[in-house]
């Protein structure tokens, strides 16, 4: 199969074909062909899968040969995006695919100022990015208007819903015209999404493909268990035996994040981070300096680095175990990418066993355990596989003391109940949006 085949335009051929792009992924095989027939679209494939050219590539096409030509303060197209990273990537992406054709194309998001973006959007922008806060800020402040949206694309619908953006969907929702074309792309199909999903489209054509990297064997996953506190150890032991030159960090929470990287700084390692607390210019600037391989190092928490595209990242380091288990999905889906082989190493300590065996019944394996010498865990983690179960172990007879009274720990047996889930740093919020839709009409 080719782009020419799916019914692609010379001018995103061209582009195509600078990008190196040459076979369709299979989203972008079932989704091409179906947006330029003008259907609704409810896809199931994240990040990794080709998705955003699947969109993106039929969504120039209809731009360009049909409607009108853009009013100011108007837009044609709204893709609505979780982050401000993802709305850079998802633009970066759109203005690569329309570098041929007459179409102008925008990012909006917070944490900048607002007054470049009212005065950018003036000229009124075929194809806008942006995530639901700041599109509603610049909505109120009337610098931009919807009569001539006939798009809205829905990505990591999920996500969004995850951080609490069910209200501003609401709001947006209510203010876009009823006759349009909708495009809804998640990684998971949560009640919650499939009730947005009955509310905003209208007759979609369902399309599923299946995580890419949790079936691929692109990404060789294991973990390797330690204590608590000797995580940062192992990380550094691990990274100078193994040579790593660029790798992508998970951690918890923000001050994990800091206290990594300050550590690793410390030590001369080219090491910087990025989370929800550091100012979107720092942010975008440690990003930008990690793909240029400017920096070794980088440690984020999923908030910040959900949805990036780093080209041939070779390593996904997870410091800490996601809470939500599909986040172990999205976080190894940084390697391992558009056919590339990666690698992804898991520090688990006995903490996490719960969190482990949830993301092994997630992704239907058992990971492969390794110890490091000199790291062996004192708290031992239970043994888990893929059913879920933690695999409970009579608690060994207790050695009576020496007689000298030493108080050697000969290690603790931790059984699944006794393993505190620690906090985390965002409580998905799966908030099920309630917003009053009426009927809808298709677009004719
Ligand atoms: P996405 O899932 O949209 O984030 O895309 C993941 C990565 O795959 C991006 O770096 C894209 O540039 C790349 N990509 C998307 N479609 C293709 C294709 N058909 N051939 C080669 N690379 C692709």
Excluded at 189 to 205: E, K, V, Y
Excluded at 215 to 230: F, G, L, P
Excluded at 275 to 295: M, W
Aim: glycine share 6%.
């Amino acid at each position: 199969m080719t782009f020419a085949s799916l019914g692609l335009i010379e001018p995103l051929l061209r582009s195509l074909e600078t990008l190196g792009y040459q076979t369709p992924t299979p989203v972008q095989a079932q989704a091409i062909p179906a947006v330029l027939a003008g259907r609704d679209l409810m896809a199931a494939a994240q990040t990794g899968t080709g998705k955003t050219a699947g969109f993106a590539l039929p969504l120039l096409q209809l731009l360009a040969m049909e409607g009108p030509k853009v009013a100011s303060n108007s837009v044609r197209a709204l893709i609505l995006v979780p982050t401000r990273e993802l709305a850079e990537q998802v633009h970066e992406a759109v203005r690569q695919y329309a570098e041929n054709l007459p179409l102008s194309t925008y990012a909006v998001y917070g944490g900048v100022s607002i007054n470049p973006q009212m005065m950018k959007l003036r000229k009124g922008v075929d194809v806008l990015v942006a995530t639901p806060g700041r599109l509603l800020d610049l909505y109120r402040q009337k610098a931009l208007k919807f009569n001539q949206l006939q798009t809205l694309i829905l990505d990591e619908a999920d996500r969004m819903l995850d951080l609490g953006f069910s209200e501003e969907l609401g709001n947006i929702y209510r203010v876009l015209p009823k006759q349009r074309q909708t495009l809804l792309f998640s990684a998971t199909f949560s009640d919650a999404i499939r009730l947005l999903a009955g509310q905003m489209l209208n007759d979609p054509l369902s399309i599923e493909v299946s995580p890419r990297n949790v079936a691929a064997s692109t990404v060789k996953q294991w973990v390797v268990v330690v204590d608590k506190k000797r995580k940062p150890e192992l990380f550094v032991h691990l990274m100078r035996k193994g040579k790593w030159k660029q790798v992508l960090v998970f951690a918890k929470t923000r001050n994990g994040v800091d206290a990594l990287v300050e550590k690793l700084q410390g030590l001369g390692i080219n090491a910087d981070g990025i989370h929800g607390d550091k100012p979107q210019a720092t942010r975008q600037r440690a990003l930008d300096r990690f793909k240029a391989s400017e920096v070794q190092i980088l440690v984020a928490t999923d908030v910040a680095a959900r949805g990036l595209d780093i080209e041939d990242l070779p390593l996904v380091v997870n410091f800490d175990l996601p809470i939500v288990a599909e986040d172990y999905i999205h976080r190894i889906g940084r390697t391992g990418r558009a056919g590339a082989t990666g690698q992804a190493i898991s520090l688990v300590c006995a903490d996490e066993v719960n969190l482990l065996s949830a993301i092994e019944t997630l992704t239907r394996q058992t990971l492969p355990r390794q110890m490091e010498h000199d790291f062996e865990p004192e708290h031992r983690v239970p043994d888990t596989d893929a059913s879920g179960q933690v695999v409970k172990k009579p608690k060994k007879p207790k050695k009576p003391k020496t007689s000298s009274g030493g108080k050697r720990n000969l290690g603790k047996w931790v059984e699944s109940g006794d393993a505190s889930a620690p906090e985390p740093s965002i409580k998905p919020v799966r908030k099920v949006p309630v917003f009053n839709t009426g009927p809808r009409k298709k677009k004719p």
